[in-house]
Structure formats: C-alpha cells, structure tokens
C-alpha cells in the first residue's frame, strides 16, 4: 500500500536575522513544504530577506519579544536550549530542523518523524572553542573561567538533544567528520544549495591582479589574514564586500591597496566576482558557499586547505591552496596564480563546470528524496506489529 505524504509538516530553525548559509538553505526546504509550520526562536530579518521565505505560520520563542534583541542576541545562546524546548509540535507527523545550534534538540511527539539537516554541531563548544574563547577574549581570568563552564554545560546538552533526531543529513563531508566526533553518528551528505545565476552571466574582462572576498565581517572568518597578507603584495589590489561587526577595526589596519565596498546587491557581487583575478577564501568553514558562488563565476579561489570548501575545491585546477593560516602562505599562493593561470583559455569555464552540481535545484532533489526515503521508513515501523 502507498505511503501517504507527510501532512502537518514543521520546519524548525535557530533564528531569522540575516540571510545567511543557513537561511539560503531554509529557502529551499520551505519551497519543499510550502505549507509547513516554521518554529524559530528569533524573527527579527528584514522585509526584503523575510519574503524569500514563504511561510503559512511563523510560531517564535519568548526570546521574540525581547526589546532590541537582534543587538545582543548571542548572549541569549544558555536560555536558547530552554527556549526551543518550549515549542508545543504536538500535531505535526514530520519535523525538519535547520541545525547549527539548537534547533536539532526541539522536543518531537513519539509518533512524529525528526529529520535534522545540520550545518554544524554547535562550533563554540567542539573543535573552535578555543579560537571563540579568544576571539572574545574571554581565554583567562574569572570570566574565562566562567564562559569555559558554561560551554561545559552546552556540550553536555548537545550530547543528549541529538537523540531526538532519527536521521542526520550534513553539508559537507567536513561536518559528517565532525558530527561523528562530537556525536557518533553518521549522516549522509547533501551539500547545500549555491547560486548559480552568475554563470549565465556574459565573461567578463579579468581586472589583472585584483582579488575580492565576500563575507559577514566576522572574527572567524579571517578576513585579517589577507589583509595582512596584501601588505606583503603591494602590486595586487584586494576588494572586501561584505559588512559585520569587524568593519571598522578592519579598515583602520587596512594597507593602502585594500578598499572596502560594505553590502552590496547581489547583481553588482557577481561582477565584482566575475571580473576579479581570483577570490580569496581564509577562513574555515562548514561548506563555504561564497567560493562555490565565485567558481559559478568562472573564478578561481585562493583557499586555506581546511573545512567544507575541499568538497570542492582542487589544488591547481580551480583553485590554489594553501596549508598555514600565514599572511606568507596566503601570499605565495597568490603569487603562484600568475604562472599557472594567466593566459589560461579554459579557466573560467572550468570553474563553472566545478559547481555545476551543486545548483538550487539540485538540492531540491536530493533533499526531498532524502525526507521521501526516511518518511517511507518510518511509515512502515509504525505500520509494523509489535
């Protein structure tokens, strides 16, 4: 007998602040379940960004209603747990949690199916909880001591809440290797959506010797690094897009061949990209999807040879990398694109073809197969005697 398809679906998510990774692949699977139900403890997004993400019914958290939240939200993260917990998904069959935090540990009926799609188990209590620690400063005295404590207890929790999830799904085989180490469990790969619209775009004359990155202006995404490493290449231009809270120190140390051009829209990104000698990439990331957005290009990506980007970037094909986090590293590998790429007729097209798979609509497919399999399964443990 057919498997009846999921009725009373509820999408789960961290929180709407900006449109991120995350938010890009939350898309996607509220393109899948238009009429689902979307738990998230904070909404807090812009209009324009909020309507990409249709939606029946939004339920929020407590954390809501919080006055100027979206200012100091990350220092809510010890009453996060609590709050997801309080979500009432009594009624739904099927329950998908976005995870790179707490939504994988939302309390699911017995006879409902949990699918987790995670990003990421919570970086700051794992392998990065040194770096965060230093970042804010917060590697000694009392107050070290305290937020070492407290993400003492966080990893207990995200020990257990996994639990709750039948299935695990990762973003890149990065995350799998570090689901296993947190969690001993195994999760299938699906790589997130890219967009891809830049590769319609007509080639673009290449700017010589001028790199660009994108990113949220953030500590752990390295941006530091290469402007440090543009000091030691006084003839090669850098542009940064992006904005984050790190904008201002950014610029104050910033040498004179490095320009900042803040947000910009998504147009005007993909010609910044298209024209670019190459994209430069230091940080370590779960996937990256802004390198893979740069290959869509016809771009080649400079990168750091750790985290999710290795799915797929190739040393010398499109994309050089390098192995210490060093302002020296990353400049001889900038250098060492000239000699190896310049001239090259079959570049641009190369790196397209590199990410070609790993479109919107690509994932849509192997997303909705992954919750089809799992849905059918355990439809038939339901239906079995006991």
């Given at each position: ?5 999921p ?18 692949v ?6 899948l ?44 993260l010890?009453?996060?747990?609590l709050a997801?917990q ?12 976005s ?30 909880q ?18 070492r ?6 990893r ?17 085989h ?8 947190a969690?001993?469990?195994?999760a ?7 967009d891809?619209?830049?590769a ?10 001028h ?21 030691l290449l ?6 940064v ?35 670019a000698?190459?994209?430069?990439f ?5 996937f ?8 869509a ?8 040879a750790?985290?999710?980007?290795l ?8 994309a ?13 590998a ?11 007729p079959?570049l ?19 997303f909705?197969?992954?919750v ?15």
């Amino acid at each position: 007998m057919p498997v009846p398809r999921p009725q009373r679906v509820a999408i789960v998510h961290e929180w709407l602040i900006d449109r991120a990774g995350a938010e890009r692949v939350l898309e996607q699977i509220l393109a899948l379940f238009p009429d689902a139900t979307l738990y998230t403890l904070i909404d807090r997004m812009p209009a324009a960004d909020r309507a990409r993400l249709p939606s029946r019914r939004t339920v929020t958290s407590f954390l809501n209603r919080w006055p100027g939240i979206t200012r100091y939200f990350t220092r809510t993260l010890p009453l996060m747990p609590l709050a997801m917990q309080q979500f009432d998904l009594s009624g739904h069959d099927l329950v998908i949690s976005s995870s790179h935090a707490v939504a994988k540990g939302v309390i699911v009926p017995p006879n409902a199916l949990h699918l987790c799609y995670c990003h990421s188990p919570m970086r700051y209590v794992w392998d990065m909880q040194g770096v965060y620690l230093a970042q804010e400063r917060l590697d000694h005295g009392l107050k070290g001591w305290l937020a070492r404590a407290l993400l003492h207890r966080l990893r207990l929790w995200d020990m257990a809440s996994h639990h709750g999830a039948e299935q695990i799904a990762a973003n890149s085989h990065f995350v799998r290797r570090r689901i296993w180490k947190a969690w001993r469990r195994e999760a299938e790969v699906i790589h997130p959506p890219v967009d891809l619209a830049a590769a319609g775009l007509v080639p673009a004359a290449r700017e010589r010797r001028h790199l660009v990155t994108v990113g949220r202006l953030m500590p752990y995404k390295n941006v530091a690094l290469i402007i440090e490493a543009m000091r030691l290449l006084p003839d090669w231009r850098l542009t940064v897009i992006g904005d984050g809270p790190q904008r201002r120190q950014l610029q104050a140390q910033a040498p004179a061949n490095v320009q900042f051009a803040g947000a910009v829209a998504e147009p005007d990104k993909q010609a910044w990209l298209a024209r670019a000698t190459a994209f430069v990439f230091a940080a370590v990331e779960d996937f990256g999807i802004a390198p893979a957005e740069a290959l869509a290009a016809g771009t080649p990506v400079v990168a750091l040879a750790q985290g999710g980007a290795l799915d797929y970037l190739v040393h010398q094909h499109n994309a050089l990398l390098f192995d210490e986090a060093t302002p020296q590293s990353l400049a001889e590998a900038v250098r060492a694109t000239e000699p190896l790429w310049q001239g090259d007729p079959g570049l641009a097209q190369r790196c397209r073809d590199s990410v070609a798979h790993l479109g919107e609509a690509r994932f849509r497919e192997a997303f909705s197969a992954w919750v089809d399999r799992h849905w059918q399964a355990w439809c038939h443990s339901l239906a079995a005697p006991r």
